[in-house]
């Protein structure tokens, strides 16, 4: 099993995966997001067996609330294209070799999917409401994605579609 920690919430992964932490790399810190202002890259980039490379973002507003103004369509959008951005540069002329050597893998991909890992409150309360309308946003999402993954996901640990998930997300 392989596990990566964002923020509150840990994924585990099967051993036949690659999964980074992409907004950890070296490249993409000490390079590719100083080119310009409010370059922000996906939590997490998975590979598959199957080659298919996932993108996933994480959102954990259980314990705070969301302060960002910017809408957090905008924000998956621009973490997605920033991402697949910066994996061919980094496939390229990435200095950390594992970082360089999974770019070029993660090039090789026969689809790309975009997950957005959401938890909100169960309970709706003046300090902790629930920030965002899940539905809305997959429809936004959709229309916006489509070139991408025409068939983005949003998921959270308490959801029944488990069994069409490839790696289980728990408490940190």
């Known amino acids: 099993m392989k596990s990566c920690v964002v923020d509150s919430l840990v994924f585990d992964f099967p051993d036949d995966w690659e999964v980074a932490k992409f907004d950890d790399w070296t490249f993409y810190r000490e390079h ?55 994996l061919l540069p980094a496939a390229l002329n990435g200095n950390v070799l594992e970082e360089r050597e999974m770019a070029q893998r993660c090039l090789k991909a026969q689809k790309i999917r975009i997950v957005f890992h959401l938890e909100q409150p169960l309970k709706k309360s003046r300090l902790f409401p629930v920030v965002i309308d899940s539905a809305n946003l997959l429809g936004i999402l959709r229309k916006k994605l489509k070139p991408i993954d025409p068939h983005p996901k949003i998921q959270s640990m308490g959801d029944d579609c488990a069994h069409d998930r490839f790696w289980s997300v728990r408490n940190a």
């Open 32 to 86: 590719f997001s100083r080119m310009k202002d409010h370059i922000k890259a996906s939590d997490l980039i998975a590979l598959s067996p199957g080659k298919v490379l996932y993108l996933i973002e994480a959102k954990d507003y259980r314990a705070h609330s969301r302060i960002s103004t910017e809408p957090i369509h905008e924000v998956i959008l621009n973490k997605s294209l920033s991402t697949l951005a910066a």
